[in-house]
């Protein structure tokens, strides 16, 4: 085959392991979601003080953050394949995508700051 | 030519079936148009879509498509056809309702009416250079296969290349020039299953890039499309499972 199509845009710029990373991340992403809604039906009346709890705790500020991490690299790559589908002038595709990636990296510092103040 | 239904003379009900037909003519219109055309059958009879066509074509002599086999073998006419890809040749046109509308395979260029250019689409099918590689040499004979191996041929060596897969992949219209497409997919697929290749390293490590093979993203529009009922997206998840067993 020609060149390898590539991109330094990409998240891992591999075919196999931004695919494995897409999966991977979506079962963590899976698993928080429905943690927390789990946790939600079987604390019908939560109150702040348990819901505060169990955001201080070590172990679900850990799963927080593999979630907000997963979120990004899940997105990046999901957003990546959308840009590079559908926007081809080269200069407005690497705006769009740069403004991506900062948002995500954005979100992802803003939420550790949230899960640390709590 | 095969079986051209000859409507007899004072047939008895007469059926009327619409046709909307996408007409291109690239050197001489603007832009491309679709034009009505109106087929009376007896109400009792059927008949094939292209057989319709060539009726059609009787009316209005400049009307252009493709056909060969009418058998479902040579994969010429291949069509979008109420918004899905078929091939005309084995479509009875009851069951297309009384209104059909007829495009070319969309994602490839017009050469005029519904007569595409394959190019780009055989272009990717090289690619995937479909043909055993050896490196050993060749017995006296023949390569052997068991019949074990054999069957793991089934379902991927029926494609007859028409592109109705390919041309209903939304990841191959906007990216006709990186990513492979499902037919050319499945047929790398095909040779990556023969016992008798001895590539399966080299074809897997030019398959790792961001598009040849990973711009699939499980549509499936291939699998609904396939006129042969093969199944494309499954080929391309067992290259997919055969990269990573490779790569982990």
Known sequence: ?118 | MANIPEIPAGATEMRAVQFSIYRYTPETNAKPYMQDYVLKIPKNKDMMLVQALILLKEQDETLTFRHSCHEGVCGSDGLNVNGKNMLACVTHLSQLGDKVTVRPLSGLPVIRDLVVDMAPFYGQYEKVKPYLITHTEAPVKERLQSPAERDKLDGLYECILCACCTSSCPSYWWNPDKFLGPAALLWLCRFLQDSRDEAKQERLAELDDLFSLYRCRTIMNCTSACPKGLNPAEAISKIRRMEIEKSA
């Not at chain 1, 070590?58 to 990546?80: C, D, Q």
């Open chain 1, 1 to 118: 085959m020609v060149n390898k199509l590539t991109s330094i845009t990409s998240l891992t710029r591999n075919g196999v392991r931004d695919w494995l990373v897409q999966r991977v991340t979506s079962l963590i992403l899976a698993v928080y979601i429905l943690f927390l809604l789990g946790y939600l039906v079987f604390h019908p009346s939560i109150e702040f003080f348990a819901w505060q709890s169990l955001f201080q705790s070590t172990a679900f500020r850990v799963f927080s953050v593999l979630f907000l991490l997963s979120l990004m690299w899940h997105a990046w790559i999901g957003m990546w394949t959308i840009v590079t589908d559908y926007i081809k002038p080269a200069d407005i595709r690497l705006a769009v995508i740069l403004i991506i990636i900062i948002a995500l990296f954005a979100y992802v510092i803003w939420g550790i700051d949230i899960l640390w103040s709590a």
